[in-house]
């Protein structure tokens, strides 16, 4: 985690006490939202897990309520008592160190506890988590603000997937229903409301813009407010020469890959991209339909609707992104060709789907994971994964920055996941 926590964290006791206030507003605010994104749902659409990488809404509220219990109140506060002493089991993620859990392909089947049992349990945990900022004694304070600091981003992460788990989910109801309707005035954007749908990126036209080869500063700086432990320490990448689009790849341009035999032509894909086109029968970006059709249609968090041109394409595998690459005459870029340009602030379209690169999820040089059962969070990842950059239309406000590093298997399709252009030059 990044040192400007534990700067805060160490600060006088005077001090110390305002920022319990601005902590517990920080609390209340992510916690709130939680439930906010899940209000559009129903009990029943809470429950039901689509696949094995997506959970339930139900889950997901549990599970980040269960983090904070687990890893700030039973550490670090004397005397709390669990809510449910079997909720360890139900709603560990992946740590091992915290004992056996339920298995990941199997949430969908935990119709008990029911929905109000685990908006019940958050109010508990809420509750004992606003009195530990508010009570706690100094020692406790500043051991568990890291945690708090983490827990809290941990909440935002699993908040963009509720929106992308639902949305699959939803996506496959015969009825199509949308998670949310769009809103009455008519206005044509409405489906680029924040969380809903990317904005449109085809206003200004795609320029190439030059880069020169050197010494890039990579990871989050030490005036970073937080940072997770994957994108530290800071390093030093060499870069070569090399251009970048100014934007992402638009709707309508990865039409013209697909209406030129894309999804058909094995030269364009990486073996393993054209085994998942022939084994999946991939032939469009998941949640397009109607794909010979001028205008295909495509589902939305909004529903059915026609597809705009101009927003950025979204929904891609990392094995599409590489293909329409190909056929570009083209590449993806390095994560660290991507932070050195966002870091100058010369990208535009940022923030409205997260950007495949080529770079693997790997630990930067001298890394590190954080003490204590927070090691797992990261770290043991960092094998057969594509690294993503940017944030998305679904990411919380404030959540993503440059040096932040998202990662996904390269087959996986149900994030609001695009690409930018990359060349290099001779």
């Not at 670090?76 to 990941?104: C, I, M, T």
């Not at 991507?338 to 930067?364: F, K, M, N, Q």
């Not at 404030?398 to 609001?416: D, L, V």
Request: aromatic residues 10%; charged residues 20%.
């Amino acid at each position: 985690m990044n040192s400007r926590v534990a700067e805060l964290s160490s600060s006088a006791p005077s001090v110390d006490r305002s920022l319990r206030i601005v902590w517990r507003r920080r609390l209340e605010a992510v916690r709130s939202q939680s439930l906010q994104l899940a209000a559009p749902l129903s009990a029943e659409d809470r429950c039901v897990q689509s696949m094995p990488d997506a959970s339930p809404t139900k889950w997901h509220l549990a599970h980040t309520t269960w983090f904070f219990e687990t890893v700030v109140l039973q550490a670090h506060q004397p005397g709390y008592r669990v809510h449910d002493e079997r909720y360890a089991f139900l709603f560990n993620s992946y740590y091992e160190s915290l004992g056996p859990r339920h298995p990941r392909a199997q949430r969908g089947l935990l119709t008990r506890p029911s929905n109000e049992e685990v908006l019940q349990y958050r109010r508990h945990v809420d509750e004992a988590m606003l009195t530990f900022v508010r009570e706690s004694d100094d020692a406790a304070w500043l051991a568990a603000l890291p945690l708090i600091a983490l827990g809290l981003q941990h909440e935002q992460q699993h908040q963009e997937l509720m929106l992308t788990d639902a949305k699959h989910l939803l996506s496959l109801n015969p009825l199509q229903p949308g998670y949310r309707s769009a809103s009455p005035d008519g206005e044509g954007r409405v489906f680029a409301a924040r969380g809903l749908h990317p904005a449109p990126v085809c206003g200004p036209p795609l320029r190439w813009l030059a880069r020169a080869g050197g010494i890039a500063d990579i990871g989050a700086p030490s005036t970073t407010a937080f940072a997770f432990d994957n994108e530290t320490p800071c390093h030093r990448a060499l870069l070569q020469a090399h251009e970048l689009a100014s934007r992402p790849v638009a709707n309508r341009e990865f039409l013209e890959f697909m209406r030129d035999g894309g999804y058909r032509r094995p030269e364009l894909w990486l073996s393993d991209g054209w085994a998942a086109v022939q084994q999946q029968g991939w032939a469009a970006p998941l949640y397009w339909s109607d794909t010979e059709a001028r205008c295909p249609g495509v589902f939305t968090l909004l529903g059915p609707r026609a597809l705009d041109l101009d927003e950025p394409v979204s929904h891609l595998s990392f094995y599409e992104a590489a293909a329409y690459a190909t056929w570009a005459g083209a590449r993806l870029p390095t994560e660290f060709e991507w932070e050195a340009a966002a870091a100058d602030g010369v990208l535009e379209g940022t923030g409205e789907v997260w950007e495949w690169t080529r770079s693997s999820y790997d630990p930067y040089p001298g890394f590190r994971p954080q003490a204590g059962a927070v090691a797992e969070y990261n770290g043991k990842f960092m094998v057969g994964q594509l690294v993503l950059r940017g944030g998305s239309c679904a990411t919380p406000s404030g959540h993503a920055r440059p040096s932040y590093r998202n990662f996904f298997a390269p087959g996986a399709r149900w994030q609001f996941a695009g690409l930018r252009l990359a060349r290099d030059v001779s």
